[in-house]
């Protein structure tokens, strides 16, 4: 949510209290995080940044020639990016990363819903996306959070059965 609470603050929409935590969120070092994920066997891994967690998410389904089910949501928010969503303040990224939901095949099921925009939402100093073994995850997870890195979250599932580069939303 960093595009559109910058955004939001650049059209003096924001919460100093938004912005402040977004700030520190941004400044989080992710070699801790990098660090636990090689521990669990990470086989992918990307930092979100200027495309989105769609876009990035993307790029690494199709370098590994499969698909993913993703919950939109259980997608972390920093505080007040839903707001700004649902207001429509978006970054001037965000055009260019719509052409992204290409991969969505189920789009227009979940286009109505305020949160379907952070799917586009270019990020400033984000967190990591990274793919580990189901049988992993949420011994992973609970490492992540034992280490300070209480936002981890798992967002979705890599499967085989969905085509090539292309997600479904639940």
Excluded at 35 to 55: K, R, S, W
Excluded at 78 to 93: H, R, V
Aim: glycine share 8%; net charge negative; hydrophobic share 40%.
């Amino acid at each position: 949510g960093s595009g559109t609470l910058l955004a939001a603050n650049m059209q003096h929409c924001a919460q100093g209290r938004w912005i402040d935590y977004a700030i520190g969120q941004m400044l989080i070092d992710n070699r801790k995080a990098a660090q636990v994920l090689t521990e669990y066997g990470a086989t992918a891994c990307t930092d979100i940044t200027g495309f989105g967690l769609l876009g990035h998410l993307q790029e690494v389904l199709v370098a590994s020639k499969l698909g993913a089910q993703l919950q939109l949501n259980t997608l972390p928010l920093l505080p007040g990016a839903k707001e700004c969503l649902q207001k429509n303040i978006l970054s001037t990224l965000h055009p260019q990363n719509v052409a992204a939901s290409s991969a969505l095949l189920n789009a227009s099921e979940y286009k109505s819903q305020p949160i379907f925009n952070i799917l586009f939402d270019p990020q400033t100093a984000g967190g990591l996306l990274a793919t580990i073994d189901a049988d992993n995850a949420d011994a992973c997870l609970q490492t992540l959070h034992d280490n300070g890195l209480s936002e981890a979250c798992i967002i979705g599932t890599v499967e085989d059965s969905i085509a090539e580069g292309t997600l479904l939303l639940t």
